[in-house]
């Protein structure tokens, strides 16, 4: 099993929709949690951290469940630039990558 | 600040050959780490370092070797390279304990044939 698992999508949406994408990890000794985007063929750059209490960023939202070992974002009103890849990341003393989503976002 | 700083951007080697990836950074940070970023398997942990002196194995280590004599600098050094090494090679750092999330370069794109 991986340690951070999420679903590769990738997920196609409309301009002005709400979409949620969804992570799980396996250590439940992780120590703290973020999102970070990643346009094609550049580094990833860090989104936001995930506290356990939730965090907002504009139209960006994150929880954190660690009782189920589970990351979530949301992603209010996506605009056309929202289209990247959306990298789930959990720190054990060291970095850990999900697969990362991709998200599509249409016209 | 340049951030973190990786050279080159593309490079292509041959099988057996043998090369160093650099990277620097001027933010002070202890924590210096090496992904490789391969389609469909995300990045993945090659080797890590939390100061100068002290490195540590990741997920795939094999087949590469760093160094960590400056707190700036960590090279990553493909010992023989093989046609399962081409990958985008991506060097990150932090402050030490990574609460504060990492800081990508822009990555090396290596080509072995």
């Known amino acids: 099993r991986k340690e951070v698992e999420q679903d590769p999508g990738p997920f196609n949406v409309p301009e002005g929709a709400t979409v949620a994408f969804n992570c799980t990890y396996s250590?439940?000794?992780?120590?703290?949690f973020f999102w970070y985007r990643q346009d094609c063929r550049k580094e990833p750059k860090l989104l936001m951290s995930?506290?356990?209490s939730g965090n907002e960023d504009g139209r960006f939202t994150a929880q954190l469940n660690r009782a189920s070992q589970y990351i979530s974002l949301l992603i209010r009103d996506s605009k056309l630039s929202d289209s990247a890849t959306y990298l789930c990341?959990?720190?054990?003393?060291?970095?850990?990558f999900g697969q990362g989503t991709t998200l599509q976002v249409k016209p | 600040n340049a951030g973190v700083t990786q050279t080159p951007k593309f490079q292509v080697l041959k099988t057996g050959q043998s090369m160093t990836l650099q990277c620097a950074q001027d933010?002070?940070?202890?924590?210096m780490s090496w992904y490789r970023q391969d389609p469909g398997m995300g990045l993945r942990l090659i080797h890590y370092?939390?100061?100068?002196?002290?490195?540590d194995q990741g997920e795939v280590p094999n087949g590469y070797n760093v160094s960590r004599s400056t707190t700036e600098d960590f090279p990553l050094r493909l010992l023989s390279a093989a046609p399962s090494q081409t990958s985008v090679y991506f060097c990150?750092?932090?402050?030490?304990?990574?609460?504060?999330?990492?800081?990508f370069g822009s990555g090396t794109r290596l080509t072995v044939v």
């Open positions: 933010m002070n940070h202890e924590y």
């Open positions: 990341v959990v720190n054990t003393g060291k970095l850990i």
């Open positions: 995930v506290y356990s």
């Open positions: 250590n439940s000794a992780s120590q703290s």
């Open positions: 990150a750092s932090t402050i030490t304990g990574g609460s504060y999330g990492y800081t």
């Open positions: 370092s939390v100061g100068a002196g002290i490195t």
